[in-house]
């Protein structure tokens, strides 16, 4: 009887020793990086302004969500393609709803080192996606400006006029 006794607080005494977040979820998440239209040039740079990954859409990386204790992880997206503006999208970890569960089976430890430590407390979004600006080609006041066809917006197309 002493040893199942001393074996149910001992398992216990281990749930309640480690994070709730650190069992159930991850401290790195893969991240989908797409863009509207496909086949754009991305960077990842994060917070210290280091490129972390490069690639081209649709992709997907897997990103540490901590960046220190107690400290969650952002990330700026920058996409490049021709013809389109640049844009970025930022990445930024929100908290992890298991890190709340250690609230609930009491684990103090796993509150306040074991999930912070170990990057779990956060959780980063699934995707990074956006939808790509075409340059527009826009003439000076009294001058001329020369675009390529595919630079001119759809809208716009049928108000040009062909020169022989």
Excluded at 51 to 56: A, F, I, L, P, Y
Excluded at 58 to 67: E, F, I, K, W
Excluded at 135 to 143: F, K, L, R, S, V
């Amino acid at each position: 009887m002493f040893k199942k006794l001393a074996l149910g607080a001992a398992i216990t005494g281990l749930v309640m020793a480690t994070g709730c977040a650190s069992i159930v979820s991850d401290s790195s998440y893969p991240v989908s990086i797409n863009s509207t239209p496909g086949g754009a040039n991305f960077t990842i740079i994060n917070e210290a302004g280091f490129d972390v990954h490069s690639g081209v859409t649709p992709d997907t990386v897997t990103l540490p969500a901590s960046d220190g204790f107690f400290s969650s992880a952002s990330y700026t997206v920058k996409y490049q393609m021709a013809g389109y503006n640049e844009q970025s999208f930022l990445i930024k970890a929100g908290m992890d709803g298991w890190y709340v569960g250690n609230i609930l089976v009491g684990g103090l430890i796993g509150w306040l080192i074991v999930d912070p430590a170990t990057g779990a407390m956060w959780k980063l979004p699934e995707s990074a996606h956006v939808t790509l600006q075409p340059n527009t080609a826009a003439a000076p006041m009294g001058g001329l400006s020369i675009a390529s066809i595919d630079e001119v917006p759809e809208e716009m197309k049928s108000q040009l006029v062909r020169v022989k």
